[in-house]
């Protein structure tokens, strides 16, 4: 009898002995086959990015760029004296980080805002505004450069927490109305204006909005693509 309960006690540890191999070879396999994801998505980012330079590295000293949206594409061009900003909103476009974002600020009479990615779930609306890339672009201010009609600048947050009056990572605004934004010439660079589609900022300056100067129904930004 002592034999039979020894062989089955030494049965059952070669049993939990197995199946703990098996869950140390399941977890090991399970933890190559992310770190195998891991190098892969990584290797994905450097090949987008080396695309993107050299897209980049290919682009006239003042690139135009079409912003097509499902109102219409309005043909911007981006000033080669406002270097930083000119190199940052022509690697987001040509990386697709503007695809499928909206006009999240629309004041009729004033200007049309984008460029914010958290505007591509619907579930962020309470956000709306807030997003960017995670960094900020330090200001290139230009006298020559005003907020003429259709001009192309980088919205910012207030003074109060931004002294120094760095940009917004990624959004941006467009001049509908000359006069209502001449109180901004100094305080927000212009890095750019629009040569074509000055009646589709008009177009979309003049949807309804609600009380947060937000459309009622969505104008997006197809993507920005360079000529």
């Known amino acids: 009898m002592k034999k039979i309960i020894i062989t089955a006690i030494g049965v059952a540890v070669l049993a939990l002995m197995a199946v703990s191999c098996g869950n140390k070879n399941k977890k090991s396999a399970e933890a190559e086959a992310e770190a195998e994801a891991q190098e892969q998505a990584a290797e994905q980012v450097k090949q987008d990015s080396i695309k993107v330079e050299k897209k980049f590295s290919e682009l006239a000293e003042e690139p135009i760029f079409d912003i097509v949206t499902n109102y219409g594409t309005i043909k911007v061009k981006l000033y080669a004296d406002t270097p930083k900003h000119r190199e940052n909103f022509a690697k987001l476009a040509l990386g697709g980080f503007y695809d499928g974002t909206l006009f999240h600020r629309?004041?009729?009479?004033?200007?049309?805002?984008?460029?914010?990615?958290?505007?591509?779930?619907?579930?962020?609306?309470?956000?709306?505004?807030?997003?960017?890339?995670?960094?900020?672009?330090?200001?290139?201010?230009?006298?020559?450069?005003?907020?003429?009609?259709?001009?192309?600048?980088?919205?910012?947050?207030?003074?109060?927490?931004?002294?120094?009056?760095?940009?917004?990572?990624?959004?941006?605004?467009?001049?509908?109305?000359?006069?209502?934004?001449?109180?901004?010439?100094?305080?927000?660079?212009?890095?750019?204006?629009?040569v074509e589609g000055f009646e589709i900022i008009d177009k979309i300056a003049a949807v309804e909005t609600d009380r947060r100067d937000r459309p009622v129904a969505q104008v997006k930004i197809i993507n920005i693509k360079a000529e």
């Open 106 to 194: 629309v004041i009729n009479g004033f200007m049309i805002q984008g460029g914010d990615p958290l505007t591509k779930d619907p579930a962020n609306a309470d956000l709306f505004g807030t997003g960017g890339p995670g960094y900020t672009v330090p200001a290139e201010f230009v006298p020559a450069h005003r907020h003429k009609k259709g001009a192309l600048a980088a919205a910012r947050r207030g003074d109060a927490a931004n002294p120094l009056k760095e940009s917004s990572g990624s959004q941006f605004y467009i001049v509908q109305n000359e006069q209502t934004c001449a109180q901004l010439d100094g305080q927000y660079t212009v890095f750019g204006e629009t």
